[in-house]
């Protein structure tokens, strides 16, 4: 199963940007990378996903490399809100009859400081 | 519509009892998932079904079984608790087969085993 290396913590002040790296050196040709963070007390929801170009949305952008062996979640301007710890995975193989494994790792843990 | 609906959220249990934990999703989704999350620690996979009909074994299958009841029900079961099974549950769900179906998660059930 192709896995994804993160740093486990990160600080960043309110209003200033966060980039999020993630290594993903053993990334199949089909996997999508996607984001989810988890809140406090809360499950974890979903942020932002992508194949080979960059994304944005309301929430965050991603920027994945040319290699697709490393992505970055780019928060434009943390809030108190951002609070909370940010998983990067890959969607795993399909295996027929057995849909999608999907696996999570340690996340960082950003830290907003006011 | 409520989403993933996990019950109870909250359960005390002596080593050697056993007790299910629900999960139902009103989303019409294939595939649904239960992850454990120690204190600290990112989510580890225990079990998921694609479909009604078949489960496939996660990182940490040991000492569960589930069951997918119909296309909205998934529960897990532990036959005989034990303290290292003290953790946060969570239940998710997706639609399979499709790279960018994210994955909804409940509020999560609170376990301790003593």
């Known amino acids: 199963d192709a896995k994804t290396t993160q740093p486990n913590s990160m600080e960043s002040n309110e209003e200033e940007p966060v980039h999020l790296p993630c290594n993903h050196s053993?990334?199949?040709?089909?996997?999508?990378i996607h984001w989810y963070r988890q809140l406090p007390s809360q499950g974890p929801e979903y942020v932002i996903h992508g194949l080979t170009s960059n994304v944005n949305n309301r929430m965050a952008s991603l920027a994945i490399a040319e290699d697709r062996k490393s992505s970055t979640l780019i928060l434009h301007r943390a809030t108190l809100r951002d609070a909370a710890v940010y998983y990067c995975?890959?969607?795993?193989?399909?295996?027929?009859?057995?849909?999608?494994?999907?696996?999570f790792g340690g996340g960082t843990r950003v830290l907003v400081k006011p | 519509n409520a989403g993933v609906t996990q019950t109870p959220k909250f359960q005390v249990l002596k080593t050697g009892q056993s007790m299910t934990l629900q999960c139902a999703q009103d989303m019409n989704h294939n595939s649904m998932y239960w992850y454990r999350q120690d204190p600290g620690m990112g989510l580890r996979l225990i079990y998921y079904?694609?479909?009604?009909?078949?489960?496939d074994k996660g990182e940490v299958p040991n000492g569960y079984n589930v069951s997918r009841l119909n296309k909205r029900e998934f529960s897990l079961r532990l036959e005989s608790a034990a303290p290292s099974q003290t953790s946060v549950y969570f239940c998710a769900s997706r639609i399979t087969f499709a790279n960018t179906g994210e994955l909804f998660f409940g509020e999560g059930s609170r376990l301790t085993v003593l």
């Open positions: 995975i890959l969607r795993d193989q399909v295996i027929k009859a057995a849909g999608n494994k999907l696996t």
């Open positions: 053993t990334i199949s040709g089909t996997d999508y």
């Open positions: 079904s694609a479909s009604e009909g078949t489960t």
